[in-house]
């Protein structure tokens, strides 16, 4: 079973960039799908990106594209999100997230078998 770790939240200010990154325990990493969320207080946890197994393949929400960069390093068992030119609603707590099935709906945060415990990402103006 894969475990997550996130790291690299901040308290940045707009425009800053940032990388989180996702450290997965277990040997099976390469095999699973990985999404970023991002959840505030009182909203729903919110789709950020998706990258599939093999590094290259990513998908992301309107409201980054262009601007995060989802990668990851299976020999290294790191995914990353790579944060540039960071606005106030970005701030939220990051989580990275497993998807060990291959879920075509990779947007729905029930999608997702197994969860980081999240880093706070502050995005001051």
């Known amino acids: 079973q894969v475990q997550l770790v996130e790291t690299g939240g901040a308290t940045v200010q707009a425009g800053d960039s940032l990388r989180l990154s996702c450290l997965a325990s277990?040997?099976?990493?390469?095999?699973?799908?990985v999404g970023w969320f991002r959840q505030s207080p009182g909203k729903e946890r919110e789709f950020v990106a998706r990258?599939?197994?093999?590094?290259?393949?990513?998908f992301y929400a309107d409201s980054v594209k262009g601007r995060f960069t989802a990668s990851r390093d299976n020999a290294k068992n790191t995914a990353y999100l790579e944060m540039n030119n960071v606005k106030p609603e970005d701030t939220g707590t990051y989580f990275c997230?497993?998807?060990?099935?291959?879920?075509?709906?990779?947007?729905?945060?029930?999608?997702?078998?197994?969860w980081g415990q999240g880093t706070q990402v502050t995005v001051s103006s």
């Open positions: 277990g040997k099976t990493f390469s095999t699973v799908y």
């Open positions: 997230a497993g998807d060990s099935r291959g879920s075509a709906w990779y947007r729905r945060p029930g999608e997702y078998d197994i």
């Open positions: 990258i599939a197994r093999s590094p290259g393949l990513a």
